[in-house]
């Protein structure tokens, strides 16, 4: 992949000596091409020189006669594979349009055939697509990268649409071969149209969906996966659904869980209402009450000892049930920081966090505040307010909480009479001195 401007310009240079083609620039990599073609339209104009061809304009370039005929290019012997794609880069319509009519049965410049596909020029653009509506499947399959890339230009959809129809309707090794691809939107394109044809079993489905690095492809395998286990036998459970379970993406989790259901295995979601993830314990608890299990008596079971498992208290929470707010509420006062976290969230449903925003522990503290509204101290009961600006707590907490910001813990904020918090905090690094005026004034 050319790296810079000059690398891409050195091609061009070496195809314009008569080098060959896959020896000038990397054949298999897209960006070798679109350099190819940029290069070239650069240097045209600054080097023509370098692009002296057999081909012949007819005609005045500039102006002619309005019942003159419009200028042609004809070639005086058959070209040459470089030739032919510097002329195919060419700055000029003409050449360009030219230079395809020869490119029949030269799979070798296919590639930029691709990109002439997108041209702004209408005779050159539809000059290629015809060309390329008569290349074989396999030859668009190998040049799927580039098509993809084209196929985000205004023009380039024709590409786009020609390739996706020839892998839906091709043979199915022409799509897996294009599933491990080092191309992201390859990859993508090959594992929605396996899904679509159904090409991959259930257990690479899950297998793929709990390692592939690409979270695009992640949730296609998983409900793909989760959409095949339903026609298949109970025996698949341990091939399909544990790998899901297993995975360290909450999106792939929440599908493992969601698939306990059609599983008849209810029970089996019980320690995913835990779990780290909001979405992975929103399926849990759906999938338990589609058994008949209330989840919200295990979470006040798991809250007896919060400490082993700190997010039950969210996930009481997020059951919203009004009986257990005292319950979450007394939670915030754990010794456990990632307790009163979980519960500081956990209480969030009812709105009841107010003395936990000045908490010492920063992992609690980010739970709630964010700077956007008055701190508690402001609008807070009196014993919340004194508990803030009292020396109990660091200045660097109350500092970091905001209470300051808002004027709440001076003479004339709400909490009179405590000095400690209305002084403001010096720096101790070196002070920065202020540049004299004739710097400032530019003299």
């Known amino acids: 992949m050319p790296t810079s401007e000059d690398e891409s310009y050195e091609a061009v240079r070496r195809l314009a000596a008569g080098v060959a083609l896959d020896q000038a620039l990397d054949v298999t990599d897209p960006e070798s091409w679109i350099g190819l073609d940029f290069g070239v339209r650069e240097l045209a104009w ?3 020189e370098l692009f002296h061809s057999n081909a012949s304009p007819s005609g005045r370039r500039l102006s002619w006669d309005p019942d003159a005929s419009l200028p042609t290019v004809t070639w005086h012997h058959r070209p040459g594979d470089a030739e032919l794609a510097l002329a195919l880069c060419h700055p000029d319509g003409r050449i360009r349009e030219a230079a395809l009519d020869h490119t029949e049965e030269r799979p070798a410049l296919l590639a930029l055939v691709v990109i002439r596909c997108a041209d702004w020029a209408e005779p050159v653009r539809e000059r290629a697509r015809v060309l390329l509506s008569a290349a074989p499947p396999h030859q ?6 580039l098509t993809l890339r084209i196929g985000r230009r205004p023009r380039g959809g024709f590409a786009q649409e020609l390739l996706t129809a020839a892998l839906r309707a091709g043979p199915a090794a022409q799509a897996e071969a294009l599933l491990d691809s080092g191309d992201r939107a390859t990859g993508r394109l090959a594992y929605r149209i396996a899904v ?21 492809v992640q949730d296609l395998c998983a409900e793909a996966a989760v959409a095949a286990l339903g026609e298949g036998t109970f025996d698949e459970f341990s091939e399909v659904v544990a790998p899901l379970l297993a995975s360290r993406q909450p999106r792939v989790r929440s599908a493992g869980v969601t698939a306990l259901r059609r599983a008849g295995r209810h029970a089996d979601a019980e320690p995913y209402l835990t779990d780290r993830s909001a979405v992975v314990r929103a399926c849990a608890r759906w999938v338990l009450r589609q058994g008949g299990t209330d989840p919200a008596p295990l979470y006040r079971a798991l809250c007896a000892d919060p400490a082993a498992r700190p997010a039950a208290a969210v996930g009481l929470g997020e059951c919203r049930v009004p009986e257990d707010a005292d319950l979450v509420r007394a939670l915030l006062a754990h010794p456990v920081p990632g307790v009163r976290a979980c519960a500081l969230a956990g209480c969030g449903r009812w709105r009841r966090y107010a003395s936990m925003t000045y908490n010492p522990s920063w992992t609690t503290r980010r739970r709630r505040w ?14 919340y307010r004194r508990n803030c600006c009292a020396g109990s707590w660091p200045r660097t907490v109350h500092a970091t909480n905001g209470s300051r910001r808002y004027g709440c813990c001076g003479p004339s904020g709400c909490t009179p009479g405590l000095p400690h918090c209305s002084e403001p905090i010096r720096r101790t690094g070196p002070k920065r001195r202020r540049p004299p005026a004739s710097a400032r004034d530019g003299a």
């Open 46 to 48: 600054r080097r023509p």
């Open 140 to 145: 668009l399959a190998a040049h799927a990268a």
């Open 196 to 216: 679509e044809r159904r090409l991959l079993p259930a257990e690479r489905l899950a297998q793929t969906a709990a390692r592939h690095r690409d979270v695009v």
């Open 370 to 383: 964010s700077g956007r509204r008055p701190p508690p101290c402001c609008r807070g009961p009196t014993a």
